[in-house]
C-alpha cells in the first residue's frame, strides 16, 4: 500500500482521532483496517460524534487491539510517537478504594449483553437496578465494551466508577454510590412543563426531525450534528421513541434547554432551543 507523507505530526496516545484524522484523512482506512469494530467510523455523523472524544489509546481498548497496533498502522502517514509522554505512565492502573473494600454481597450484577444483542437499549433497565443501590453498595454492568457515556453521566449523579477488561469481548464496569442522592431520585427528565407555551413561542421557527426509527446511537449523533447548525432563535423539534438520558446530559453541557413530552408508550417529543 502506498501512503503520501504530508507532514511529521507528533502524536501519543492522548491524541484524539479527530486530530489524526483531520490532519490524514486517509488515515481512516488504515484505522478501520485494524478491528471491525472501528467500521461505525465510516458513518460521518458517528465519526463527528465520537472521534473528538476518543483518544488512541481509549480506541485501542475498544477496539481490541493495543496502542502499538494504531501506531503502527499511522506510522506510514509520517505520523512521529511521542514515546516520552507513555513512559511518564504508571506501569498499572490502580485501583480505586471503593473495589478494594467491596464486599461480594454488596455487589449486584447485571449482564447487558443479551438485551443489546436483541436491539434493545440497557438504559431503563440499568436505572431501576441503580434505584435499589444503597450507599457503599454498587451495581456491576456486564458488557462487551465500556460504556464511557454512562460513566460521564453517573459522575454528575454521585457514582464512582471502574471498568475491568476482561477480554476483547468483556468488560465489567462498577458504579460505587459513594454519595446519597435528595430522594433517592436518579435523574429529573419530567420537563414536560410549559410545553405549550413553548412551542407556541417557536411555532414559526421551527425545524423538525424523525429519529425514531434509527438504531443506536444514531439519534443522538443526529440531533447533534442537526443543533450544530441550528438557527439562531430556532428550536429543533424531535419525534423520538424513548427519552434520551444520555443526551439530557449532553444538551446541559451545551447550553440548551429542552422541553419533552410523552405522547404514548414508544412516542415522545422532544423540544430543544437555546436557553
Not at 64 to 86: K, M, N, Q, V
Not at 153 to 179: A, C, M, P, R, W
Request: with cysteine.
Amino acid at each position: 500500500m502506498f501512503y503520501t507523507i504530508f507532514s511529521n505530526m507528533i502524536i501519543n496516545e492522548n491524541t484524539k482521532i479527530a486530530t489524526v484524522l483531520k490532519q490524514e484523512p486517509a488515515a481512516l482506512d488504515a484505522i478501520i483496517s485494524i478491528s471491525v469494530r472501528f467500521t461505525k467510523l465510516r458513518n460521518p455523523i458517528i465519526r463527528k460524534l465520537m472521534a473528538a472524544r476518543t483518544s488512541l489509546a481509549m480506541a485501542a481498548k475498544a477496539g481490541g487491539c493495543s496502542i502499538a497496533d494504531l501506531y503502527a498502522r499511522l506510522s506510514p502517514f509520517g505520523f512521529e510517537i511521542d514515546h516520552e509522554t507513555e513512559s511518564l505512565k504508571p506501569a498499572e492502573k490502580s485501583l480505586p478504594d471503593f473495589i478494594t473494600s467491596l464486599k461480594p454481597r454488596d455487589i449486584s450484577a447485571l449482564d447487558v449483553r443479551p438485551v443489546i444483542a436483541a436491539g434493545k437499549d440497557p438504559l431503563n433497565i440499568i436505572l431501576e437496578k441503580l434505584k435499589k443501590i444503597r450507599l457503599g453498595q454498587a451495581l456491576q454492568i456486564i458488557n462487551s465494551f465500556e460504556p464511557a457515556p454512562l460513566i460521564s453521566l453517573l459522575k454528575k449523579k454521585g457514582f464512582e466508577s471502574y471498568s475491568e477488561t476482561i477480554n476483547d469481548q468483556l468488560v465489567h464496569t462498577f458504579f460505587y454510590k459513594k454519595i446519597k442522592l435528595p430522594g433517592e431520585i436518579l435523574f429529573s427528565v419530567d420537563a414536560s412543563q410549559n410545553w405549550e407555551e413553548v412551542n407556541e413561542h417557536f411555532k414559526d421557527h421551527i425545524l423538525t426531525i424523525d429519529v425514531s426509527e434509527l438504531e443506536m446511537p444514531l439519534p443522538m449523533a443526529t440531533i447533534l450534528e442537526e443543533l450544530e447548525h441550528l438557527p439562531a432563535k430556532t428550536a429543533l423539534f424531535v419525534h423520538h421513541k424513548r427519552i434520551p438520558v444520555f443526551l439530557l446530559s449532553e444538551l446541559a453541557d451545551r447550553k440548551f434547554d429542552y422541553r419533552i413530552k410523552q405522547i404514548c408508550d414508544g412516542q415522545v417529543d422532544i423540544l430543544i432551543f437555546k436557553s
